[in-house]
């Protein structure tokens, strides 16, 4: 039944993990059941049972991870986008507390959305980190720029600037003109704004923006002096944030009342990053950048498109290998790389599906190397399974005592890639976690994939098939050594006796 | 084990080379340690290294390190640069894309500022530590003292040679090659202990009048054991080839650490583990007496009877 179907699930990919469910139902209503349950009965059934579970579990499993590019999250280095971590420090250099850094974070928060990008996030990292995702940010520079600014913000005159340079280039309408240190004085700094909002510029019928503050007393006072003085001859205030000047509107007329409107042709964009600018004069901490990644969006899908034809072309050549060298069990190996996958991509789907998992590439370099210690498992299996035929063991027995030897040197090897992985996921920082993470989960699918597939698929297997074709199933030579050690203790035995 | 006393100097020149390379080249390390900006351009078409270095330091780039790099069969290149500043980093980048007229979306940016890679070379230190220890300790629960030493030994051994091509090939070490040298070592420690599991119980059981020295049944039981390394290698091996000739930067960073380590791993596992045990235990009493029984490789049959112990 098996040596007339099976041979056709060597098509390659997906097609394979779905037929590998279709399998395990054609196993589970194998024959030897009827002919020898008479003499295995309890096994079998346990072994049958064993599989039908199994194949339940696959098919949730294949439901819950299609389509597979929306239910598994894509990291930001596949996806594309800005990916920056910072840290605060606190003024004095020390560590922040879990208010301030809660405060830093929404504060960041608020910086980022004005980005105006879906489906960012912006998460506390550890004590003093905050991770900021943007996916598919198509201003990789803006965004850095947004992100970062880090907001000691001042009000200065422009006649208080006494580098030459820098007024020249204000002049000029040149941008994010910077002011070094001890050349400038500011009158007043960010801590005394309020509030800050955009609305649309009253005296203006084109549609553009304005941006309101609102300050408090000691602002206010400070804030009529100056324009008193500046309002006579339209004399600019420079919006400083971090030495760099963000803006610099002329002064219309005298202040007074702490509500000032900032006006100047803004587009809704130009007076949202104008009042990011101003809110962020308020940040408890400074923070500096850690880590920054920028992936173009293609680019991400182009990696994430090698990675996948790399597995493809390498899963590819090692079951033709195994075929070639274990002929029939070869299809074993590939039941089990199937399930493997299986149970693999449920798992990836069920945690993404719970925000616990995102691939990135380093994760996918993991399914990559877990991928070829399934595949070793198996071999280790087979290896143990025909070593035991060799030694004159019958099939039926080589493959109970065989599964059992090759899985417990499999768990072994596994243990020792466990400790690696959690060892990586409990202590390395940045994107090496996500390598650990997809090694431990590949471990417990490996694990897994030996008690309820290969095992009892193999036993199962040696009830009849193995057998009756030996050859098909590669292990006539094994056979052959085993029938010829016979031979050979006889001959030996005899001399001895004699 | 015949040939122990070549596969140990073939090893010991390795070691010996890959010191060389330490002390004379040194390694170089990725940004994510010690700060510093990675620009990864893809696609570039027919855009020379030349013309690439200098864009960028017409960008205002200073001192750029330009190597070429294909990936996925198209020419690409990739700078280091100490530029810790993502803004800084991000404008050079892109004014070097846009004077060299390439898409604005065909390269990434890594920046990594100077205390976080501090933070990140403690972080993987820590994690090396720990990872080795805690296998060596499994190792040593789960079997013979003797065996955990020379096993350890060959990690040593593999590990040095591995820096060693890191050293000659100049190529950058980064947190991902850690990590994946990491997990290697774990593969290779593992293919020693199940050789060594093996050779014991063989020393213990095998009575089959042939193999009597600790030499011959370590052999035998390479050769029993054999066929199955090679088989697993081979299957680890395959993939980790395909990732690193179809894979990205970061894939071929994994790629090219394991692919080194795997190949070293199995090597060592055979051709200096098992001998050092081998030489070890052939110095205990029992076993050097048999040495000096039957260790001229002498095959004369006696009976069974005669072994009895």
């Keep these: 039944m098996k040596d007339g179907k099976e041979p056709q699930d060597g098509a390659t990919g997906i097609d394979r993990w779905r037929k590998s469910e279709g399998k395990g139902e054609g196993r589970s209503k194998s024959r030897p059941r009827r002919k020898r349950g008479h003499r295995m009965g309890a096994h079998v059934r346990r072994y049958v049972s064993t599989l039908v579970v199994l194949v339940v579990v696959l098919g949730v499993c294949v439901f819950g991870f299609t389509p597979l590019s929306e239910r598994i999250t894509q990291g930001l280095d596949i996806r594309g986008g800005v990916s920056v971590i910072m840290t605060a420090k606190t003024s004095d250099g020390g560590t922040p507390s879990a208010e301030q850094m809660q405060e830093a974070t929404s504060i960041v928060q608020q910086r980022v959305n004005s980005l105006g990008s879906s489906e960012t996030t912006v998460q506390q990292q550890g004590s003093d980190s905050i991770l900021i995702q943007i996916p598919g940010a198509t201003n990789a520079d803006e965004a850095i720029k947004t992100i970062g600014q880090t907001g000691h913000l001042e009000f200065v005159r422009l006649d208080d600037i006494g580098d030459a340079d820098a007024l020249a280039k204000l002049d000029a309408g040149t941008e994010d003109v910077e002011l070094k240190d001890g050349t400038y004085e500011a009158f007043m700094d960010g801590s005394h704004i309020t509030q800050v909002t955009v609305a649309q510029a009253s005296n203006s019928a084109t549609g553009t923006y304005a941006v309101n503050i609102k300050l408090d007393d000691e602002g206010t006072k400070d804030f009529a002096e100056v324009t008193k003085e500046l309002a006579p001859t339209n004399g600019r205030i420079a919006i400083v944030l971090d030495g760099v000047v963000k803006s610099a509107p002329a002064v219309q007329s005298e202040i007074s009342t702490g509500e000032v409107s900032i006006t100047g042709n803004f587009s809704l964009d130009d007076a949202n990053s104008l009042k990011t600018v101003l809110d962020s004069g308020s940040l408890p901490v400074t923070l500096t950048y850690s880590e920054s990644r920028v992936v173009g969006p293609t680019l991400g899908q182009d990696s994430l498109t090698q990675g996948i034809t790399a597995i493809i072309v390498g899963v590819a050549i090692v079951v033709v290998y195994l075929f070639v060298f274990y002929r029939g069990l070869g299809l074993l190996t590939l039941g089990s790389l199937g399930v493997f996958a299986v149970l693999y991509l449920g798992l990836l789907a069920l945690l993404s599906h719970f925000g616990a998992f995102a691939l990135t590439l380093p994760g996918l370099a993991g399914m990559v190397l877990t991928t070829g210690s399934a595949a070793d498992s198996s071999i280790l299996v087979l290896e143990r399974f025909r070593e035991e035929i060799r030694m004159g063991r019958s099939v039926k027995n080589s493959s109970v005592s065989g599964a059992k030897h090759g899985i417990m040197t499999s768990l072994d090897a596994d243990a020792v890639t466990l400790v690696t992985a959690i060892a990586l996921f409990a202590f390395a920082v940045g994107p090496v976690k996500g390598f650990g993470l997809t090694l431990a989960l590949g471990i417990a699918c490996d694990v897994v994939t030996m008690f309820c597939f290969k095992a009892p698929a193999l036993r199962l297997l040696a009830l009849g098939t193995i057998e009756r074709h030996p050859k098909f199933w590669g292990v006539d030579q094994d056979l052959a050594e085993a029938a010829r050690r016979k031979e050979e203790k006889l001959g030996k035995g005899g001399v001895a006796n004699a | ?309």
């Excluded at chain 2, 017409?58 to 190597?67: F, R």
């Excluded at chain 2, 119980?201 to 095998?206: Q, S, V």
């Excluded at chain 2, 290698?233 to 990732?243: D, E, G, H, N």
């Design chain 2, 1 to 309: 084990m015949p040939h122990r006393r070549q596969l140990l100097s073939v090893s010991a020149v390795l070691v010996v080379l890959a010191v060389i390379g330490l002390v004379a080249r040194g390694l170089v390390f990725g940004i994510e340690f010690q700060g510093g900006t990675e620009i990864d351009f893809r696609d570039t078409g027919s855009v020379t290294i030349e013309q690439m270095r200098g864009a960028l330091v017409d960008a205002g780039e200073k001192d750029p390190t330009v190597q070429t790099s294909v990936t996925d069969g198209k020419a690409g290149f990739l700078v280091r640069s100490d530029t810790t500043d993502p803004n800084t980093a991000n404008q050079h980048a892109s004014a070097a894309a846009k004077a060299l007229s390439l898409a604005s979306d065909s390269y990434t940016v890594t920046t990594i500022g100077p205390d976080w890679g501090a933070n990140v070379t403690r972080s993987s230190a820590l994690a090396f530590g720990v990872a080795i220890l805690l296998i060596i300790a499994f190792v040593s629960i789960r079997y013979e003292f003797k065996m955990s030493i020379t096993a350890v030994v060959a990690l040593l051994h593999d590990l040095v040679i591995t820096l060693g091509v890191y050293a000659w090939t100049q190529t950058a070490i980064t947190p991902n090659v850690v990590a994946a040298l990491l997990t290697i070592m774990g593969y290779s420690l593992y293919d020693t202990v199940v050789e060594f599991n093996r050779v014991n119980e063989n020393a213990k059981g095998l009575h089959d009048g042939v193999h009597r020295t600790y030499y011959q049944i370590a052999n035998f039981s390479i050769n029993e054991v054999i066929v199955r390394t090679i088989n697993t290698s081979i299957t680890s091996l395959v993939p980790v080839a395909c990732m690193l000739a179809l894979g990205g930067a970061t894939l071929k960073d994994f790629a090219f650490a394991m692919l080194v380590g795997e190949v070293l791993g199995t090597y060592s596992s055979f051709a200096v583990a098992s001998p050092l045990l081998a030489i070890w235990k052939t110095r205990e009493p029992k076993w050097a007496k048999l040495e000096a029984k039957y260790g001229d490789g002498s095959t004369k049959v006696k009976p069974a009877a005669g072994e009895a112990e």
